[in-house]
């Protein structure tokens, strides 16, 4: 069975931790073959003590410290860059989705023959009214702007073949990595498969983008700079 990699960025998640280390071990208990990379994505809590604590005795979780934030995508690309598996895959540390759906994802890895071109995507259930017409808008908007049908660009988890991800060239190091890799996806006519994931509350602590009004205005704002550059590139 192909080895897994899973890289889930953490930013100021101390609280959120032991529950997330909870959740790795329930899924190495189903799925030996994986490797957990935790990226302390420059957190200013106290997220690198309460990990190493954590993670005494866990082989098949590693470390990765990011001294200064540099954004959400430049935590994934940190742990993508040291991670072993022929399939990558990221997640949140938030759990307001569980990292164990990529056994849902790596199921579908397991009954294909070829899969170099698959690239895999979670398609996120019961989410909020607002949030979901925030999705339908931008999924609309990029739809249009770079001319490839895109919905739920921002669910996770993310899976897809180490081949892929070394045809990448300058992805982002913000939230925009997901449209990014969703993109290229579409770009290089990998075969998209999606899934249903439940999206919970989170356990602890707060939102780092999607805070108030405001933030999400901003995270809008550098999606669409973003979304432009993309365009441009494609051109």
């Not at 890895?109 to 070829?114: A, D, G, L, R, Y």
């Not at 700079?225 to 494609?234: P, T, V």
Request: include cysteine; charge should be positive.
């Amino acid at each position: 069975m192909t080895k897994l990699s899973l890289i889930i960025p953490c930013y100021n998640e101390s609280k959120n931790l032991p529950l997330l280390i909870d959740r790795c071990k329930d899924l190495f208990s189903v799925e030996k073959n994986v490797e957990v990379i935790i990226v302390d994505n420059g957190s200013k809590d106290n997220t690198s003590e309460v990990l190493d604590e954590l993670l005494i005795g866990l082989s098949f979780v590693q470390k990765v410290k990011v001294e200064h934030n540099k954004g959400y995508g430049h935590g994934i690309l940190s742990g993508l860059k040291v991670a072993s598996g022929d399939i990558l895959s990221w997640s949140h540390a938030d759990m307001q989705t569980d990292i164990c759906d990529v056994l849902d994802g790596l199921k579908i890895f397991n009954k294909e023959s070829n899969i170099e071109d698959l690239f895999i995507k979670g398609n996120r259930k019961k989410r909020p009214i607002a949030d979901n017409i925030f999705t339908i808008g931008m999924s609309v908007f990029e739809t249009i702007l770079l001319r490839e049908k895109m919905w739920d660009i921002n669910a996770q988890p993310t899976i897809f073949h180490r081949s892929f991800f070394a045809q990448w060239h300058n992805p982002p190091n913000d939230f925009s990595i997901d449209l990014y890799a969703y993109f290229m996806a579409k770009k290089l006519k990998l075969r998209i498969k999606r899934f249903p994931v439940f999206f919970g509350e989170r356990a602890h602590g707060v939102s780092h983008w999607n805070i108030d009004l405001f933030s999400k205005f901003q995270f809008i704002k550098r999606t669409l700079i973003y979304s432009f550059k993309l365009q441009r590139r494609i051109k």
